[in-house]
């Protein structure tokens, strides 16, 4: 069981070096739901006394005024008896202190040094343990005391920011709340209690402590408060007799004062019955059990906030990706590492794993089909047309067996149109190509996270695509072209020889060749045109994919890639520039994970071994 204490002890101590100590923080906090017994009371109530009669030491700072300007967080470990008592502070790690007095010291300046020397306050706590075997396993966290009025030297607010962060540490419903109140004031004046009823209405986490009994008006006794009519709490108010100014300053050590304190309870007719439960070394004893028991009964649920917490900081940090390396080679490996993920959602999109890469057969399949149908090459043949280019091409000497040169014009001039399809279907796969390397982009999550390097991958990756279409289109258009330079023999010779032009070379030059003599020019030229375009529809989608699709798949990134083994660390640097408030969020998470996995480590191991 009372390894319970040390587990939360030390996940506390984890907690305050992380910097979570239960203020309002943009990260989720671990503090919050760790039990702890916070001391409350008016100024001069009888806190530090308290304090130190539970430790048995005289450590705590001493003066007028606001003294504890810190809240402290007192964690007691006990050790084997004969072992030498010694202190230890977070904040200086491996530094035993075996000097009461120079602990004291260090208090007050750790105070000091993070709240200047000025009288005000902060609540960042100080952490400080004593291992000795005179204590009993415990964590108590001491607050500035409560004040009503700001004295000199003091900001008017000091009142209000004491009872704020007092506040803040005790409506935190796993805090327990010891209520410190003198037993020389009245009750209804007593500042911990106004403050705990105001957290704690039904009294379920306030253990009400009665100091200064002892200098009570002669003829008053406590004894009403003691037995819980005066004020009911749950607990049963614990009375304690402290060490006055004068014992004090007469050295009065802590071992004598708790003998004393004992007769005082033993031998003073009103509160002898109560004996047995008055005293500080009962209110330690007693604290520590009712802190091992709310430990023990909070553990499950501190268990599952931390499984869920670890859940959701795991999430958030992946959402966030991973930090970048500091070195020139580091930096050029993420950026890699990077492109190389980028490029193969691009592949995926190609390649039918993701959506997308049909879009280009459609253009394949639709487009450059229904773009060919569009150029009517029955129309372009008219008669007129016909007529026109063969005469023409016959000059001032009409043909004598076959018109060659009119049906190589002609031909050219139908064959030519096909380079409008042609670039149309590098121009729209070009498109194509440039939407799924937008939509690869933003499926790659790193990239998200480096907006620099996003622009460059980007602008590459066009900048590649253009050229691609530049060459598709120089290919592609050369095979249009090679078709209308070079006509497929065969097709003519196997056409049967026309002699009969069926003129009359006596009429006019537009009446040199009849109609019918022109139809069956027209339709061989429709034939063999219909031909060569049948061939282009399935040539030009092969140009294409051979430079634009295959070109893309193998080599997009190539020119980024030559371009970055060029560049200088400033410019990589730049390129893995990351919103400095992610950096920085990434970092707080990940430290805020490696807390609650080490708290899930050691809770875990107490839970198994109960
Ligand atoms: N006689 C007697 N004196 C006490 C008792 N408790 C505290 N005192 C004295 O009351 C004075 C104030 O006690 P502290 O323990 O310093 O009170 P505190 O609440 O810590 O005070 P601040 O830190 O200034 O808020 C000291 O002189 C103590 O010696 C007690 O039970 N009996």
């Known amino acids: 069981m009372e390894n319970l204490i040390s587990l939360v002890n030390k996940i506390q101590r984890a907690c305050t070096a992380l910097g979570d100590h239960g203020e309002n923080s943009a990260l989720p906090t671990l503090w919050d739901s760790l039990p702890a017994i916070a001391v409350v009371g008016g100024q001069s109530s009888g806190k530090s006394s308290v304090l130190e009669s539970v430790v048995g030491k005289d450590f705590l700072p001493r003066g007028s005024g606001i003294v504890t300007r810190r809240p402290l967080v007192l964690q007691l470990h006990k050790i084997d ?6 202190a230890e502070f977070l904040h200086l790690p491996r530094k035993r202190f075996t000097d009461f007095v120079a602990v004291r010291k ?20 100080i952490h400080l343990s004593i291992y000795s075997p005179n204590v009993v396993n415990l964590t108590l966290i001491d607050l500035p005391g409560l004040t009503k009025v700001a004295v000199e030297g003091q900001p008017d607010s000091i009142v209000k920011d004491i009872e704020d962060m007092v506040r803040s540490y005790i409506e935190k419903p796993n805090c327990i709340i010891l209520a410190i109140s003198p037993a020389n004031q009245d009750l209804a004046t007593s500042d911990a209690i106004k403050i705990s009823r105001e957290v704690d209405p039904t009294g379920d986490r306030t253990i009400g402590v009665l100091t200064k009994i002892d200098l ?4 008053t006794d406590a004894v009403d408060i003691l037995e819980g009519r005066a004020y009911r709490l749950k607990f049963p108010w614990i ?3 402290n060490r006055s100014q004068q014992d004090i300053n007469k050295n009065v050590d802590m071992i004598a004062a708790r003998r004393r304190e004992r007769e005082y309870f033993n031998s003073t007719p009103e509160y002898k019955h109560l004996a047995n439960r008055m005293g500080s070394e009962h209110l330690a004893k007693m604290l520590s059990k009712h802190l091992e028991t709310v430990i023990k009964s909070k553990i499950p649920g501190i268990q599952s906030l931390i499984n869920k917490t670890i859940a959701e900081l795991e999430a958030e940090l992946t959402r966030l990706g991973k930090p970048v390396a500091a070195d020139a080679g580091g930096k050029l490996y993420a950026i890699m590492e990077i492109c190389r993920s980028f490029d193969q959602i691009f592949k995926d999109h190609l390649d039918g794993v993701r959506p997308g890469g049909d879009k280009i057969y459609n253009v394949f399949d639709n487009q450059l089909p229904a773009a060919l149908k569009r150029l009517q090459f029955d129309k372009q043949l008219s008669m007129e047309n016909i007529r026109k280019l063969i005469t023409e091409a016959d000059g001032y000497q009409p ?3 076959a018109p060659e040169q009119g049906y190589r014009r ?11 399809p042609a670039e149309s279907a590098v121009d ?5 190509l440039k939407d799924l390397v937008h939509k690869a982009m933003s499926e790659t999550l790193d990239l998200k996270q480096y907006p620099g390097l996003r622009v460059e991958v980007g602008a590459a990756s066009v900048d590649s695509l253009e050229r691609m279409r530049d060459e598709s289109k120089r290919a592609t258009l050369q095979l249009v072209d090679m078709e209308c330079g070079y006509l497929t023999v065969d097709f003519f010779r196997k056409l049967p020889q026309d002699v009969d032009k069926g003129g009359n070379p006596t009429h006019s030059i537009c009446d040199r060749y009849n109609d019918s003599y022109l139809r069956r020019i027209g339709t061989t030229i429709l034939s063999y045109v219909n031909m060569v375009c049948a061939t282009l529809r399935h040539s030009i989608p092969k140009s294409i994919v051979y430079c634009q699709v295959r070109e893309a798949k193998r080599s997009l990134l190539d020119h980024f890639f030559t371009e970055l083994g060029k560049m200088e660390i400033k410019r990589l640097s730049s390129l893995l520039n990351e919103d400095p408030a992610i950096m920085e969020r990434r970092s707080a998470l990940a430290k805020r994970l490696e807390l609650y996995r080490s708290a899930q480590a050691e809770i875990d191991a107490v839970a198994w071994s109960k």
């Open 216 to 219: 009570m008006d002669k003829g």
């Open 81 to 86: 008896e004969g072992s030498r008592e010694y």
């Open 239 to 241: 009375g304690v007799v």
């Open 399 to 401: 043909h004598l067996i």
């Open 428 to 432: 729209a796969v070009h498109s194509l």
């Open 410 to 420: 002609l031909i050219e001039s139908s064959l030519i149109t096909i380079r409008g």
């Open 106 to 125: 260090e208090i007050q300046d750790e105070t000091d040094r993070e709240t200047g020397r000025t009288k005000q306050i902060s609540s960042v706590p």
